[in-house]
């Protein structure tokens, strides 16, 4: 059985290096929502029907395997909270991992405006996301997606049984990270680092 953890939250937040925490104290394999952006970007075009399809195969292909070889697994994710979609979509993620007897956690951050326009800069990110070094479009597309769509859950308001919100403005990704661990009680596999964190 295999769990999956999605660490969720608008762009910028800082679920990659959340998530990166998460993979080296629990020795999951992360699969970042860019891992699919990217290599379909550069196959098929940015934003193209092709892209877009392609991008949704490789994530829906990852999972499958996940599940059927046992692999606990990390996702980030960009949520639409307003849209009845995006809740579907989860909701046969988890469905997808549990029928299998794994478990399904859902880390949702939050941080201000402020503090995501500054992280959207950061050379880690330039480093694994080449789509956003055009800064001034990825400020753009950050800030227009900030004002059309509900990128937090409501107060009070909770998805899943496993579902922990934090706000991590004034947090280190580590600090983030041993929260998660701590609340949902998780424990580290018993790997050797090339077989989750190979080539990075």
């Given amino acids: 059985m295999a769990n999956l953890l999605i660490v969720c939250g ?3 937040v800082g679920k990659m290096t959340v998530a990166e925490s998460l ?3 629990l020795k999951y394999n992360l699969m970042m929502n860019h ?3 990217e290599i379909s970007d550069r196959i098929f075009g940015l934003a193209t029907p092709a892209q877009k399809e392609f991008s949704r195969t490789f ?8 599940v059927t070889h046992n692999v606990d697994l990390l996702f980030t994710y960009v949520c639409a909270f307003e849209m009845p979609e995006e809740r579907e979509y989860l909701n ?4 997808q991992f549990e029928a ?3 478990n399904f956690y859902f880390v949702e951050l939050s941080a201000d405006l402020e ?3 500054t992280r959207n800069e950061t050379p880690h990110r330039m480093e694994r996301k080449p789509s956003k070094r055009d800064i001034a479009w990825s400020k753009a597309n950050l800030l227009k997606d900030t004002t059309n769509h509900q990128l937090n859950s409501a107060e009070g308001e909770y998805w899943f049984k496993n579902h922990l919100k934090i706000d991590n403005t004034n947090l280190e990704p580590d600090q983030v990270a041993d929260m998660v661990i701590e609340h949902f009680h998780l424990t580290a596999n018993e790997k050797e680092e090339k077989e989750y964190r190979f080539g990075v």
């Fill in 10 to 12: 608008p762009q910028a």
């Fill in 23 to 25: 993979r080296d104290k």
């Fill in 35 to 37: 891992d699919s952006i």
């Fill in 59 to 66: 994530r829906a292909k990852a999972f499958e395997l996940a």
């Fill in 92 to 95: 046969g993620l988890a469905a």
């Fill in 100 to 102: 299998d007897g794994g």
């Fill in 115 to 117: 503090t995501r326009i």
